[in-house]
T-cell receptor, first 111, second 114 residues
Framework: QKEVEQNSGPLSVPEGAIASLNCTYS??????FFWYRQYSGKSPELIMS????GDKEDGRFTAQLNKASQYVSLLIRDSQPSDSATYLC???????????FGSGTRLSIRP | NAGVTQTPKFRILKIGQSMTLQCTQD?????MYWYRQDPGMGLKLIYY???????DKGEVPNGYNVSRSTTEDFPLRLELAAPSQTSVYFC?????????????FGEGSRLTVL
């Protein structure tokens, strides 16, 4: 069974600080990686996708990918209370069209 | 534009009953997925489909069945409901199988089995 691992948290970060979320995956051949944000009682929504090693920036969000270490991370700069949510890491299976999710990290931004 | 529509939004079942969760998308996406999410947990893949007439098992398929007779519809059937199937069920679709695109999710169906 291919796996995606995340720390469940909760991760508490002061407002204005950088939040760092981490994810490891077992499928060495995976090429597509995603970060979803899920507010309580709502559906997940895509915030970042990354396909190549290195960093990808979009506004306050930066995704980092290291395929050799099988590691994906998400940095949120200038954290806001509205960033308080569960963040789900997702990985596309290398041999099928399955998209596998981690268990999610609950992030809390304290004022 | 409706996107992905799931019905019902809420349902209470008795142990041993059966039911079908409906999922329809109007974006002409080939790839469709069913996930379940237990409280405080991530999403677990139940079944997925890469096109009409083609379905395959995900991580947790036991106790469920699916069919895909059209591009638009991907119903999930629960046979002989058990308390362990109490969960929130999400249907999702994507045009590209996740290779480059995002998953479009429905609003979820909350199922309780008593």
């Amino acid at each position: 069974q291919k796996e995606v691992e995340q720390n469940s948290g909760p991760l508490s970060v002061p407002e204005g600080a950088i939040a760092s979320l981490n994810c490891t995956y077992s499928d060495r051949g995976s090429q597509s990686f995603f970060w979803y944000r899920q507010y309580s009682g709502k559906s997940p929504e895509l915030i970042m996708s990354i396909y190549s090693n290195g960093d990808k920036e979009d506004g306050r969000f930066t995704a980092q990918l290291n395929k050799a270490s099988q590691y994906v991370s998400l940095l949120i700069r200038d954290s806001q209370p509205s960033d308080s949510a569960t963040y789900l890491c997702a990985v596309k299976d290398s041999s099928a069209s399955k998209i596998i999710f981690g268990s999610g990290t609950r992030l809390s931004i304290r004022p | 534009n409706a996107g992905v529509t799931q019905t019902p939004k809420f349902r209470i079942l008795k142990i041993g009953q059966s039911m079908t969760l409906q999922c329809t998308q109007d974006m002409n996406h080939n790839y469709m997925y069913w996930y379940r999410q237990d409280p405080g947990m991530g999403l677990k893949l139940i079944y997925y489909s890469v096109g009409a007439g083609i379905t395959d098992k995900g991580e947790v398929p036991n106790g469920y069945n699916v069919s895909r007779s059209t591009t638009e519809d991907f119903p999930l059937r629960l046979e002989l409901a058990a308390p362990s199937q109490t969960s929130v069920y999400f249907c999702a679709s994507t045009p590209s199988g996740g290779a480059t695109g995002e998953l479009f999710f429905g609003e979820g169906s909350r199922l309780t089995v008593l």
